[in-house]
């Protein structure tokens, strides 16, 4: 050891750098937004340090009552979309099922579809004047009020289930035969297999689509916004708040906002704890063979899946036929008509064409963030790498609006305004939409042998060349099913964009959320159909280019 | 191109120790080197701080006097042959194999001349336009092969490159891998912890252990001469017993009172009564009325040979991994021993190696560490 000379020989690279860069990015639009909502919450309107904010929220009833009904939304949904998701999961899975496919891609619409867009059309079904209640008010028969705190939960629940459904099934495939082998060779019964042996498989992936639910329900924006009629819970209020703040510093706005952003890192810490505590590494050698129905259970459990997912199709229908059908005044009339489509293009091209413009820049600008993070976040992790992915998550976790909030209270004055342009719109569509592509690009990473990255270099080819020539070439696939997720999450995303759009920069999602406010169905639906169909290409191309890659959440 | 390791030090943050503690070594030019030791030995860290994919921590290597620890790997000229092989997924036969050669800029129909000669003399042209991941493990690393040598690199690295393929195709793959380095006459590195393949394929060899080489020579005197027990036991199989020097002129060492063995290889500064350690191969024997008493546990028929797993019974035997055994050609088998019968052996006093009691050196003449 005497002769070894001990070498620090640490420059840095075009990793560092470009990690660099994107923590700089984020320390200024994620981080310090997220500092100035602290601080806010708990400043006065003259800018003192209060707790009086707090106080406020927590002895006034009304306050209260909002959380407590975003709890109450969340836990029984969360319920729901379990009893509904789980068992359609293991049915699909494990049996063979005519029709699986596209099932398969009838669900996923359900869950991408504008967030309001199932609200709105049950009102145009079950509402005071909708078309179903008035049919069944021919036949005296009276049908429990869409509004409120019940509707809301029913349209989130066939908007959530398929959550549990996907990472259900996705966990479900990839058991091992030979596991489910092993328990039936020992007298296992199928009762009894799937209590001892599947289900204490599953439940990390249960609970992680419990969590995800769950948020999702609280953070909801867009649904209780239209059927809440009065029904307030803290996603909404946050909104409402910060509207009716005078002199905008939304102090108040910002503790709501503070209140709800701990809440779901509490869930959240307590799930990952959960979590880790019993997660199981699988990757089926020999996936399950699925069998056949029996007569009688076959007919149940075509009857009870076709059941739920036209169900949920409904409001996609409805938003279809009546795009097509004339409008009088704000009613509509039988026939078939473009009307609708004709002021939706002619009045609202400018909606139509930021959102594509938009959302284009931000995949963009996600997909090669994600590739270049992922790649240094697995072969060059250092403290930046890990800084980058801790904080990416939580715009996963946190509500839309909140972060719609931190951005607008970060950038409303000097030295960087930012509200009301483009701009910010675009980087709140990058933070919240990121992580999709951030994981799926860090899994598909984790999967590629170093060793080739190696071989391109010993042949010549420099490492940065390589990642673009070789590395970057080979993520692309596994990318693909995270960009495709975050592409159309942001085609829809709502409750950020309400925060900060005005009459520039508005978005469709947020244009279709206006014309419903307004009541005027007809143009809502037509430009709803044009989202909704955006919204199902993307995701044919998606199926249609990957072959039988799963869609990764 | 010689290859010159001086004072080598490898420290990784999270051991405990230096990987490689300080290692020196000179790979001749033209030959085929093997690195050989158990996992964790540093034989593959070697390896890749040769190729560049590893810092060092200390000392210098050179390629025919340049020292390379700062140049970047592409620019090292290297070819490297990968466990995994490392095709490029994306790209097709004759375009992994053009691959480096574009690195380079090399004329089109320079370029063509070189990828046919090379698929050809790696038996792969019919593949050249199909995609890799269709092809068998053993076409695979033939890609990985003509991709290495097409370049004409200064050095072939090879880290356990034939570790993925079944039995008979390594077997195949040894012969192809040899000739093809004799044929191109370039300096190779080759790393295995399969002494098989490493006697079967090598020039010279090095043994490792814990980041110090523990012998460097040909397979054969490696075999037969190993220079202290790890070796004698890492390669092939030995059993070993302490015995004492008796006579230093004499050259005897006793085992037991029935077995002294005169070495006439045995060095001439050990003294009488000195403690040394006997290793004996399974097959360096020969059945006595009176010598080693050993009891037979098991056998197993392998074959052309009969191995006893034994437990000696009246000399201070070293177990190592759990038992003893002793190999019996089949051809000279008079009948097979029973379970639980005793016989008595004497070892081969020419054919056994003595070392220090520490087991560290050997005690015969003429054997080096490095060799």
């Known amino acids: 050891m005497d002769k070894a000379r001990i070498r620090v020989k640490w420059k840095p690279d075009f990793w560092f750098w470009t990690t660099l860069a994107i923590t700089l990015v984020l320390i200024l639009f994620l981080v310090y937004p997220l500092i100035t909502l602290f601080v806010r919450a708990f400043q006065s309107s003259t800018g003192e340090f209060t707790l009086a904010n707090f106080e406020k929220f927590f002895t006034h009833a009304y306050y209260m009552r909002g959380l407590y009904n975003a709890m109450f939304i969340g836990v029984v949904v969360t319920v729901f979309s379990i009893i509904i998701g789980a068992p359609m999961a293991y049915l699909m899975a494990m049996y063979r099922f005519k029709g699986q496919r596209m099932l398969d891609i009838l669900i996923i619409i359900a869950l991408l579809s504008p967030p309001f867009i199932g609200a709105y059309s049950w009102i145009l079904l079950l509402g005071r004047n909708g078309f179903i209640s008035n049919m069944l008010k021919v036949v005296g028969i009276k049908l429990p009020s869409i509004y409120g705190i019940p509707g809301i939960i029913f349209v989130l629940i066939l908007r959530f289930y398929p959550y549990v459904y996907i990472y259900m099934k996705g966990a479900l495939q990839k058991i091992d035969a030979s596991l489910i082998e092993a328990a039936e060779s020992m007298g296992c019964g199928p009762v009894k297999k799937l209590f001892t042996v599947v289900l204490p498989l599953i439940l990390p992936t249960i609970l992680a689509a419990a969590i995800m639910v769950f948020m999702s329900a609280i953070g909801d924006f867009g649904t209780i916004m239209v059927l809440g009629e009065g029904a307030q819970v803290l996603s909404t209020m946050v909104y409402k708040e910060y509207i009716n703040e005078v002199g905008g510093n939304s102090n108040f706005a910002s503790a709501i906002s503070l209140i709800m952003g701990i809440m779901t890192l509490v869930f959240l810490f307590a799930q990952n704890y959960v979590i880790n505590k019993r997660s199981y590494t699988m990757n089926a050698l020999k996936p399950i063979r699925k069998s056949n129905f029996s007569k009688g259970m076959g007919i149940l459990a075509y009857a009870a899946v076709y059941a739920i997912i036209i169900i949920s199709m409904i409001p996609h229908v409805t938003i279809l036929v009546t795009s097509f059908l004339p409008v009088e005044g704000k009613m509509f009339r039988a026939g078939f008509s473009l009307a609708s489509y004709q002021t939706v293009f002619s009045m609202l091209g400018r909606p139509i064409k930021n959102t594509f413009v938009y959302c284009f820049i931000a995949i963009v600008v996600i997909v090669i963030v994600s590739m270049l993070v992922a790649y240094a976040s697995v072969r060059k992790p250092n403290a930046l790498t890990h800084f980058i992915n801790g904080v990416t998550m939580v715009p996963y976790i946190l509500p839309g609006a909140v972060l719609g909030l931190t951005l607008l209270i970060s950038f409303n004055r000097d030295p960087l305004v930012l509200i009301g342009t483009s701009t910010i719109i675009i980087i709140a569509l990058i933070i919240r939409r990121l992580p999709y592509t951030l994981r799926s690009a860090t899994a598909i990473m984790y999967q590629l042998s170093p060793s080739v990255d190696e071989a391109a270099i010993s042949l010549g080819c420099g490492p940065v060349r390589t990642f673009f020539k070789v590395t970057a070439r080979l993520m692309l696939p596994g990318v693909f099913s995270g960009a495709i997720l975050s592409w159309v999450t942001i085609l829809n995303e709502l409750s950020a964009s309400f925060m900060l759009y005005n009459s520039k920069t508005i978005t469709m999602s947020v244009t279709v959320y206006q014309y419903v406010a307004r009541t005027e169905f007809g143009t809502a639906a037509a430009l709803a159909s044009i989202l909704t169909l955006t919204t199902i290409i993307s995701l044919i191309i998606f199926y249609t280019m990957s072959g039988d890659r799963e869609m990764s959440l | ?371």
């Open chain 2, 1 to 371: 191109m010689e290859i010159r390791a001086e004072h080598v030090v490898k420290i990784y943050e999270d051991a405990p120790t230096p990987t490689i503690p300080d290692l020196s070594l000179t790979i001749k030019d033209g030959e085929l080197f093997t690195l050989l030791g158990p996992s964790g030995c540093g034989k593959t860290t070697l390896l890749r701080i040769f190729a560049g994919f590893n810092t060092l921590e200390g000392g210098e290597f050179y390629f025919d006097d340049r020292p390379m620890s700062s140049v970047p790997p592409q620019k090292r000229n290297i070819g490297m042959v990968f466990q995994n092989y490392a095709i490029f997924p994306h790209l097709n036969v004759r375009e992994n194999v053009e691959f480096g050669l574009k690195m380079r800029k090399t004329p089109a129909d320079e370029m063509k001349r070189r990828v046919d000669e090379i698929l050809k003399t790696c038996k792969i042209e019919e593949y050249a336009d199909r995609l890799p991941d269709r092809l068998s493990g053993g076409q695979q690393q033939r890609i990985a092969l003509a991709r290495a040598i097409v370049i004409n690199p200064g050095v072939l690295l090879m880290d356990e490159p034939l570790s993925n393929l079944d039995a008979k195709l390594r077997i195949e793959m040894r012969t192809t891998v040899r000739e093809l380095q004799k044929q191109v006459g370039i300096t190779t590195v080759y790393v295995t912890h399969d002494q098989e393949e490493a006697l079967s394929i090598s020039d010279r060899i090095a043994v490792m252990k814990l980041g110090v080489i523990q012998q460097i020579n040909n397979p054969m005197d490696i075999y037969l001469r190993p220079y202290n027990t790890f070796v004698a036991s890492f390669i092939g199989f030995s059993n070993l017993f302490y015995g004492t020097v008796e006579s230093v002129e004499g050259k005897t060492v006793k085992l037991n009172d029935d077995c002294i063995l005169t070495i006439p290889e045995l060095v001439d500064d050990v003294v009488a009564g000195q403690r040394v350690i006997v290793s004996m191969r399974p097959n360096e024997f020969t059945y006595a009325e009176k010598g080693l008493g050993m009891r037979v546990i098991s056998s197993t028929f392998l074959g052309q040979n009969m191995c006893y797993k034994v437990e000696f019974i009246d000399s201070e035997a070293l177990e190592l991994e759990d038992e003893n055994e002793i190999d019996e050609p089949m051809n000279y088998l008079q009948r097979r021993l029973a379970d639980n019968e005793v016989v008595h052996i004497i070892p081969m006093a020419d054919k056994v190696n003595v070392f220090t009691e520490d087991g560290e050196q050997s005690l015969i003449k003429g054997v080096t560490r490095n060799g």
